[in-house]
């Protein structure tokens, strides 16, 4: 049974980077049928999807238009896991943040959540 | 605004069935799987429904998607009170070139 075990700070100034972890058991992050994603919801976006990590004959990353030059999804083979870095928040990036497993390679849902963490952009 | 549209709210007696619709467009779920999720109050969301109507394991048969052209609908039949959560569905979206959520549907047992 894959378990997704997400670590954070709840706390984040204007203008500072968030780093998020998400550490993997009962999978791994090097799976080539799998990606591995993150997904924010907040009451005034919804549930809002980030982008992924995921290996087939080389290590991709792939980001929402939204986001995309904003924030890293990286993986980390040596302990099994992956991140997720967002430089210069702001307030709109208050949000409860998950990690989660796609198993389709390539059809996008997601069976596997972590537990979420409630991210708070404030001075 | 999500792409995918939603009711904000439906309910119904315990032991009735009840649907949830979701429509979209012909770039996200006129021409991909269609996924809705349950989330429980301060809980992660749950994947109930996958690749349009299946089921993954350990979900209850109560539980039923369907799909036609660009719109799906999740059926819950045999009403409980712990169904009562918020569903979304969710499908990728060939212009936007992202995933896309609904709004969420908030149900309520009467």
């Known amino acids: 049974q894959v378990q997704l075990q997400q670590s954070g700070p709840g706390l984040v100034k204007p203008s500072q980077t968030l780093s998020l972890t998400c550490a993997i058991s009962?999978?791994?992050?090097?799976?080539?049928?799998?990606?591995w994603n993150w997904i924010r919801q907040s009451p005034s976006r919804g549930l809002e999807w980030l982008g992924r990590?995921?290996?087939?004959?080389?290590?991709?990353?792939d980001y929402a238009v939204s986001v995309k030059g904003r924030i890293t999804i990286n993986p980390d083979t040596s302990k099994n896991h992956f991140s997720l870095q967002r430089n210069s928040v702001t307030p709109e990036d208050t949000a409860v943040y998950y990690c989660?497993?796609?198993?389709?390679?390539?059809?996008?849902?997601?069976?596997?959540w972590g537990q979420g963490i409630l991210v708070t952009v404030s001075s | 605004q999500s792409v995918l549209t939603q009711p904000p709210s439906v309910s119904e007696a315990p032991g009735q069935r009840v649907a949830i619709s979701c429509s979209g467009g012909?770039?996200?779920?006129?021409?991909?799987?269609v996924n809705w999720y349950q989330q429980l109050p301060g809980k992660a969301p749950k994947l109930l429904i996958y690749?349009?109507?299946l089921l993954p394991s350990g979900v209850s048969d109560r539980f039923s998607g369907s799909k036609s052209g660009t719109s799906a609908s999740l059926a819950i039949s045999g009403l409980q009170s712990e169904d009562e959560a918020d569903y979304y569905c969710?499908?990728?979206?060939?212009?936007?070139?992202?995933?896309?959520f609904g709004g969420g549907t908030k149900l309520t047992v009467l």
């Open positions: 989660a497993r796609d198993p389709s390679s390539g059809w996008y849902w997601f069976d596997s």
């Open positions: 009962g999978d791994s992050v090097s799976s080539k049928n799998a990606a």
């Open positions: 990590t995921y290996l087939r004959s080389k290590w991709y990353s």
């Open positions: 012909s770039s996200n779920i006129g021409d991909n799987v």
């Open positions: 690749y349009d109507n």
């Open positions: 969710e499908a990728w979206d060939d212009s936007l070139n992202t995933v896309v």
